[in-house]
C-alpha cells in the first residue's frame, strides 16, 4: 500500500515538474528506485550480452585439466586441484602465460578440446551469454605435435553443439603467438585455410612486450588478404604505441584490452572518432597487476571519453571468473548503475561480428530485459 501511495506521488510529482523525456524509456527509471525486482547481481547475470575476448584455453579449469590429465595417462606438476589454485598468483602477464601453456599442455585428443569448450558454453549459458566470439591459440598445440585439425575440430563442434542446444551463436578468432616469429605464424595461417569460413578472423596474444604488432605486419596483410578481420592485444601492459601499430600496420576491428591508450590524448581521440571497439577484461587486469586496485579500473574514464567499451573475462579459469563476474567486479568497484550495465551489454552486441540484422535483435532483447528489469 505504502508502495502504490508512493508511486502515485512519485508520477505526480514529475508530471507536475513537465520533466523533459517523460517517456516510456524513462518510466522504468522511477520503478528502480522503488521496486526493482533484481538485485544488480542478479540484473547482471540475466542480462542478454555478448563475449568478444575470451581464450578458449583459458577456460580450463583444473578439475578438467586433472580428469584429462588421468585419461591420456599425464602427470602434472600438481598434487591437486587446490594446489593448482594456489599456484594461480601472477606479478605479470608472463608468470600467467607460463602457466597457462603448461596446463594446455594435457590436451591431446579431439575430444580433450570439445570437452573443454563445452564447459565453457555450459558455464556462460547460465548466465544469458548468448553469443560468443572466442580466440584459439594453434601454435599452443602444433609446438606439441597436435594436428591443428584436432583442435579446431574439436572447439568447432563443442560449438555447433552449443549453437544447437544451447542456443549460444559463435564466432572463432584464430591468434598467433607473438613471443613466436611471423614465420611460424605463416605456417599456422597456412593450416588455417581450409577453416577459413569457419574462422572469421585472426589475432595476436601472448608476451606483448617485446613483440610490437609491426613484427606480423606481413602475415596479417596476407590474412586480411585471404578474407580473414583482424583483432590484436595492444596496450594491455605494451606502449601506446602498440595501438597505433594494431590500427595502422595490421588494419584490426578491435582492440584488445588497450588499456594504455589512455596515456596518449591523439590515440584516445582516434579510437572515440573510430568507435573502434575495446574489449576490456577487468579481473585479468587485476590478476596480472596492470591495474593495482579494481577502483583504480578506468571503465568510466573511457565511456566518458566516448571509447567503445566492451567487458570479457579473457581467461576466466586463471582469473576468478566468467563473464558476469566482470561485469559485478567493476560495477561493485565503481559502484555502476544498471543504465551503464544496460549500455555495456548493448556495446557488445554493437562491437561483434554478427550482421546489422542480428545486432537488431540481440540489441532488442537487450532494451526488453532493461525495460522489464530496471
Ligand atoms: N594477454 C595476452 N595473451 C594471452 C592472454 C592475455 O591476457 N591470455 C591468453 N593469452
Ligand atoms: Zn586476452
Redesign the pocket.
Known amino acids: 500500500m505504502t508502495l502504490v501511495i508512493a508511486v502515485m506521488f512519485l508520477s505526480k510529482k514529475i508530471i507536475e515538474q513537465n520533466l523533459p523525456n517523460l517517456n516510456s524509456f524513462k518510466l522504468p527509471l522511477m520503478k528502480n528506485n522503488i521496486m526493482s525486482k533484481l538485485s544488480r547481481k542478479e540484473f547482471i547475470y540475466q542480462i542478454p550480452k555478448a563475449e568478444l575476448h575470451l ?1 578458449i ?2 577456460s580450463f579449469e583444473p578439475e578438467l585439466m586433472f580428469e584429462i590429465a588421468k585419461r591420456n595417462e599425464l602427470k602434472i606438476r600438481f598434487k591437486s586441484v587446490e594446489e593448482v589454485k594456489e599456484a594461480y598468483k601472477f606479478n605479470n ?1 608472463q608468470e ?2 607460463d602457466i ?1 601453456y603448461e596446463g594446455a599442455g594435457v590436451l591431446i585428443h579431439e575430444n580433450d578440446f570439445y570437452d573443454m569448450t563445452w564447459a565453457y558454453l555450459e558455464k556462460i549459458h547460465a548466465e544469458n551469454v548468448l553469443h560468443t566470439e572466442i580466440f584459439f ?1 594453434p601454435q599452443t598445440h602444433t609446438e606439441r605435435g597436435i594436428a591443428f585439425e584436432t583442435v579446431f575440430n574439436g572447439v568447432y563442434n563443442a560449438l555447433q553443439d552449443g549453437e544447437e542446444k544451447l542456443g549460444i551463436s559463435f564466432e572463432i578468432i584464430m ?1 598467433f603467438l607473438r613471443h613466436l616469429d611471423e614465420a611460424s605464424a605463416f605456417k599456422t595461417l597456412e593450416s588455417a585455410l581450409p577453416f577459413k569460413d569457419q574462422i572469421i578472423g585472426v589475432g595476436l ?4 612486450l617485446g613483440n610490437p604488432p609491426s613484427k606480423f605486419k606481413n602475415v596479417f596483410a596476407k590474412a586480411i588478404e585471404e578474407g580473414f578481420l583482424t583483432v590484436a ?1 595492444a596496450g ?1 601492459e605494451g606502449p601506446a604505441e602498440y595501438v597505433w601499430e594494431a590500427l595502422d600496420l595490421l588494419n584490426v576491428t578491435r582492440i584488445d ?1 588497450g588499456n594504455r591508450s589512455l596515456e596518449d590524448s591523439k590515440l584516445v581521440e582516434r579510437l572515440a572518432e573510430e568507435q573502434m571497439p575495446l574489449t576490456l ?1 577487468p579481473l ?1 587486469n587485476l590478476k ?1 597487476c596492470v591495474i593495482k586496485d579494481m577502483k583504480d579500473y578506468p571503465l568510466l574514464d573511457m565511456m566518458f571519453k566516448n571509447l567503445m567499451c566492451t567487458i570479457n573475462s ?2 576466466p579459469a586463471y582469473f576468478g571468473g566468467y563473464l558476469s563476474a566482470n561485469y559485478l567486479a567493476v560495477a561493485e568497484a565503481l559502484d555502476l548503475d544498471n543504465e551503464i550495465i544496460y549500455q555495456l551489454a548493448k556495446n557488445s552486441f554493437e562491437a561483434s561480428y554478427l550482421s546489422d540484422e542480428e545486432k537488431d535483435a540481440m540489441i532488442q532483447k537487450v532494451d526488453d530485459f532493461y525495460l522489464e528489469n530496471q
Do not use: M, Q, R
Open positions: 581464450h584455453e583459458g602477464l600467467f602465460l597457462y591459440d591468434c596474444d601472448s608476451g606483448e592485444h594491455e584490452h577484461c585479468s596480472l579473457d581467461d
